[in-house]
């Protein structure tokens, strides 16, 4: 019958950064699918890829392998494995999820037309609620009318929660081995068990659950908040990794308000056992403090537009906390915070700062956030916004 394969679309950091690794520690052939044709070329020609893992006191270098890559730009080459594959992942941020979805389809016509009815599971690793719905709807959208009921029957879109660190490696890293990607040793990848079609694959590292919905707002309202308070308090204190910002006496504090805040608004919503939360926010913050990983502010912060979105990590926290009766305090620095990022190098950025202009505070807060003007939340993010555009503490230094 052959090696079974996982087709993996997207070979950054979350797919060789994790995904490959867990993959072919479990005995698949890991098959990328990326548009950056030398990668892929690199890939193909070498059939493996480095990847150092980093932890506070040792960095190890792992060979990856068997791989195999393939330009995503090729799409009969990318339906003809999707035809073949044992499993499927995809990482390769939302915006390119309608792009995948052709050659998906593709393959999955030819799949069924060779009589092939195995069911097929796709892992989504992708920083959005509705990814895997989304996914599937633009796959469906691609497939033929009659073949269009097959796809809930045979293909499970499963959600993940991605919390393995894995920053872009950097130039010169990249001219010493093109295949390199770094990464924190945390291994643990959790899906919604009740997503699958079929059986539930063996993978590595992989922790089917249920119900998921408590486990990603746990990735989004902890990990992904505090990502982001680093990034944007860090930005302005003119840090450039988020170890440097964690350790800031201006950052931390409000980093831990608004954890506290969203630690005990998900306990409320969830019932997570408290001491055990402590515990996984105590484990999480000596992660966020691995110098080797050296995880820049940039990557932290990149994309506020997303991540100032109505429930997205910062609003959507603050929205959990007063539905339970918890004043934001906290996460509000943390809102007023990427509105003031103004990153020369990061193109949401500016079309954010585009908008302010043109929008003033008010307008962006209701367009852009989902936040009335006359609201509590409103009022807070308001003052800690001119406190960050004037106080001298917080004015980033050229």
Request: charged share 25%; with cysteine.
């Amino acid at each position: 019958m052959g090696v079974s394969t996982a087709v993996v679309f997207g070979a950054g950091s979350v797919g060789r950064g994790f995904l490959g690794q867990l993959f072919s520690e479990s005995g698949y052939e890991v098959v990328f699918v990326d548009i950056d044709e030398s990668l892929v070329e690199n890939l193909a020609r070498r059939r493996s890829y480095t990847l150092r893992l980093a932890s506070p006191d040792k960095v190890e270098d792992l060979t990856i392998g068997p791989v195999r890559a393939i330009s995503g730009l090729h799409t009969e080459q990318v339906a003809a494995e999707v035809s073949r594959a044992s499993l499927m992942a995809t990482a390769v941020g939302v915006r390119a999820l309608a792009v995948i979805a052709r050659p998906i389809a593709a393959g999955l016509v030819q799949r069924w037309k060779m009589g092939q009815t195995m069911p097929l599971n796709v892992i989504v690793c992708e920083n959005l609620y509705d990814a895997p719905d989304r996914l599937r709807n633009y796959v469906r959208e691609a497939l033929p009318e009659e073949l269009k009921p097959c796809v809930q029957e045979r293909v499970g879109f499963v959600p993940a929660v991605i919390a393995r660190m894995s920053p872009v490696p950097t130039s010169e890293q990249r001219a010493a081995d093109p295949t390199l990607i770094v990464a924190e040793p945390y291994k643990v990848l959790p899906v919604d068990r009740e997503a699958f079609v079929g059986d539930i694959p063996r993978i590595v590292g992989m922790e089917p659950v249920a119900p998921f919905t408590a486990y990603v707002e746990r990735k989004l309202y902890i990990h992904n908040t505090a990502h982001a308070m680093l990034g944007y308090l860090g930005y302005r204190r003119g840090y450039s990794f988020g170890y440097e910002a964690l350790g800031d006496p201006w950052v931390r504090p409000l980093l831990d308000q608004a954890l506290d805040e969203a630690r005990r608004a998900l306990i409320a919503e969830h019932g997570f056992e408290p001491v055990a939360f402590h515990e996984h926010i105590g484990y999480l913050l000596l992660r966020f403090a691995n110098r080797t990983l050296a995880d820049p502010v940039s990557r932290l912060a990149r994309d506020p537009l997303r991540k100032l979105a109505p429930g997205d990590r910062l609003v959507g926290a603050a929205r959990l906390a007063e539905k339970h009766g918890i004043r934001p305090e906290g996460l509000a620095w943390g809102i007023a915070a990427a509105l003031v990022y103004d990153n020369p190098d990061d193109t949401h950025a500016l079309e954010l700062q585009t908008r302010l202009g043109r929008e003033g505070l008010i307008g962006i807060l209701h367009h852009l956030c989902g936040i009335q003007g006359d609201e509590p939340l409103a009022d807070l993010v308001r003052s800690r916004y001119r406190l960050l555009r004037e106080e001298p503490q917080w004015q980033r230094k050229p």
